[in-house]
């Protein structure tokens, strides 16, 4: 089943996926590499790259924004990316070492806030950011919340956003997907997902791209 995970005329930012695919074709190939890129399978944009000793995968979400500073972990475009992520590493099979995922935007990274489906969850935040925490593999640490010491778990608070998400996006629907893998998903593993991804924040937009492509 595919479900439509875009946001939105903003989510499509074909032009961006097309300079992406080029611009890492052309990186790919100036390493030496034999290089296969295509667009709009399995992701934005899809590469594989391969050498005598090494095949690397990466499928990459792009996002393009003007209107927006900042993404956050809880963001609806950060939520579809990964559960598109997690279908893509669950049917892909999971633990293959060549298969990589990326999520690029040209803006920042914002702070969580407890808004929307954070406190439908009644989530307890870090005073950082959950993807500067997923970026820096700061996964389990302590905090003083409100006075208290609280014993924070990056790992459980960004699995129960994408368990909800991934829920809501499959609702309604016959299949449930990959709902009951990602529910049981033990912690070890679960973590293997996430340090596939390559978090990209700051990046050039589709100008800037564009302009760096031509010169």
Request: proline share 0%; net charge negative.
């Amino acid at each position: 089943m595919i479900i439509n995970r875009e946001v939105g005329a903003q989510g499509k930012g074909f032009r961006l996926q097309r300079l992406r695919a080029i611009k890492l074709l052309i990186d790919k190939i100036l390493e030496g590499r034999e290089v296969y890129v295509a667009t709009e399978h399995l992701d934005d944009v899809y590469i594989k790259s391969v050498t005598m000793h090494e095949v690397e995968e990466v499928a990459e979400s792009d996002k393009n924004y003007s209107s927006r500073d900042t993404f956050t972990f809880a963001t609806k475009e950060v939520r579809n990316s990964i559960v598109s992520f997690f279908d893509t590493w669950v049917e892909c099979g999971k633990r293959k070492e060549s298969l990589y995922f990326c999520f690029y935007t040209n803006i920042g990274i914002g702070e969580e806030r407890n808004v929307g489906i954070v406190k439908e969850l009644g989530l307890k935040l870090p005073s950082k950011s959950l993807i500067r925490c997923l970026i820096n593999k700061e996964y389990k640490f302590k905090e003083q919340i409100n006075n208290e010491e609280v014993n924070i778990n990056v790992l459980e608070i960004t699995k129960a956003i994408l368990v909800k998400e991934y829920t809501s996006q499959y609702e309604g629907k016959e299949s449930k997907g990959n709902l009951k893998i990602l529910e049981t998903l033990d912690e070890d593993l679960y973590l293997n997902f996430l340090e596939s991804i390559d978090w990209q924040f700051g990046q050039e937009d589709e100008k800037e791209l564009e302009d760096t492509l031509i010169h």
